[in-house]
């Protein structure tokens, strides 16, 4: 969520910043697509990164702590702890590589930022962005399937 807000409020500078000018005309939908786009590419790396960490650390400590009476999901929830911190300290990379890798710019005004249609597009590329990355990240799951098969073998 406080990545969401600050790539938000990033691209809320003035008009004269910009180089657009003020317009309260409802942006065109090539706009909104870009907006969502630059909106949702830092949460695939985020997305990525937060479950893949979440389910390695939760398996390492689910390997080490439930000697000691703590169910899985306790483990989890440690790993999600463990997820979040690496979250904090990575959300300004995956920001940062937003700018780096040449997306076209959307070329909002600063009205056009305040209308509902805008704040969807921002919030649809985010779901989107953070579903594909927490798919992707759910890879340590093939990995702890071959681990698997291999004991049962």
């Not at 910043?17 to 003020?22: A, M, Q, S």
């Not at 893949?52 to 000697?67: K, V």
């Not at 790993?79 to 904090?88: A, E, K, Q, T, Y």
């Not at 990575?90 to 700018?99: I, Q």
Request: net charge positive; aromatic share 8%; charged share 15%.
């Amino acid at each position: 969520m406080a990545l969401w807000l600050r790539t938000a409020g990033a691209t809320m500078a003035p008009p004269e910043v910009c180089g657009v000018p003020d317009s309260a005309d409802p942006p065109k939908r090539r706009q909104l697509m870009l907006f969502g786009l630059r909106m949702g590419v830092p949460f695939i790396g985020f997305g990525f990164m937060d479950n893949s960490i979440m389910l390695l650390a939760g398996e390492m400590i689910d390997n080490y702590i439930s000697l000691y009476g703590f169910t899985a999901l306790a483990s989890a929830a440690l790993g999600n702890i463990v997820s979040g911190w690496c979250g904090l300290a990575t959300g300004e990379l995956f920001e940062s590589a937003v700018s780096k890798i040449g997306l076209p710019p959307h070329h909002l005004t600063v009205s056009q930022h305040r209308m509902w249609t805008t704040r969807a597009a921002s919030l649809m590329g985010c779901l989107v962005g953070i579903t594909i990355g927490c798919l992707m990240g759910m890879f340590p799951l093939l990995l702890h399937r071959e681990k698997r098969e291999r004991k049962s073998a």
